[in-house]
Nanobody, 114 residues
Framework: QVQLVESGGGLVQAGGSLRVSCAAS??????MGWYRQPPGKQREVVAT???????NYADSAKGRFTISRDNAKNTVYLQMNALKPEDTAVYYC??????????WGQGTQVTVTS
């Protein structure tokens, strides 16, 4: 069965860094990405990456975050630098199969303190 498992979330001070990981399994994936949901707000896209490595970033992430993937491991990463309190959210892994089915992980909490 298809499964996406996030890891790497935690507590960090403003200006610090974290790397979250998502290990996907069960099928082949085209696009993968990271979304986040701050407290009391709707889920929003952070960054996406295709199997070929084409990336897109939300304006809030540009220049600070880097998305990457290891196709052999079906794993996608999000390196987050210069973190701000506004980055506090539950971060969710997303993956789209070649049959256009969308899958979500359970989320990992990232908390940035000032």
């Amino acid at each position: 069965q298809v499964q996406l498992v996030e890891s790497g979330g935690g507590l960090v001070q403003a200006g610090g860094s974290l790397r979250v990981s998502c290990a996907a399994s069960g099928t082949s994936f085209n696009a993968m990405g990271w979304y986040r949901q701050p407290p009391g707000k709707q889920r929003e896209v952070v960054a996406t990456i295709t199997r070929a490595g084409s990336t897109n970033y939300a304006d809030s992430a540009k220049g600070r975050f880097t998305i990457s993937r290891d196709n052999a491991k079906n794993t996608v990463y999000l390196q987050m630098n210069a973190l701000k309190p506004e980055d506090t959210a539950v971060y969710y892994c997303n993956a789209v199969s070649y049959t256009r089915n969308t899958y979500w992980g359970q989320g990992t909490q990232v908390t940035v303190t000032s």
